[in-house]
């Protein structure tokens, strides 16, 4: 636990303690997809294009669908796309 002490303390963003703590269990509801972009942002009292931005340039890598909802959606834009170069030829 002191590890985890010594990283919030030194987390270079916030001020206090508890605003760097809770920014940090925030971004981690966030990447594990237990909470939306949307709600961390209301969580953390940030419009959404702050926290965009913020996020960005710490290089945290999030995504608003997991794995396999993007495979989904990938696989729909395959097929959509190879249908409409099929109907225009």
Same mark, same amino acid.
């Given at each position: 636990m002191e590890e985890v002490d010594r990283l919030v303390? $030194?987390?270079p963003l916030f001020k206090d303690y508890r605003e760097k703590e809770r920014f940090l269990k925030v971004?981690? @509801?966030l990447v594990s997809h237990q909470i939306t972009f949307e709600k961390a942002a209301e969580l953390l009292?940030?419009?959404l294009d702050e926290l965009a931005f913020l996020l960005d340039k710490l290089g945290v890598e999030y995504s608003l669908l997991d794995e396999e909802e993007a495979r989904l959606e990938r696989e729909s834009a395959h097929w959509i796309l190879n $249908? @409409?170069?099929g109907e225009l030829s």
């Open positions: 303390f $030194n987390f971004i981690r @509801l009292d940030m419009r $249908n @409409l170069r």
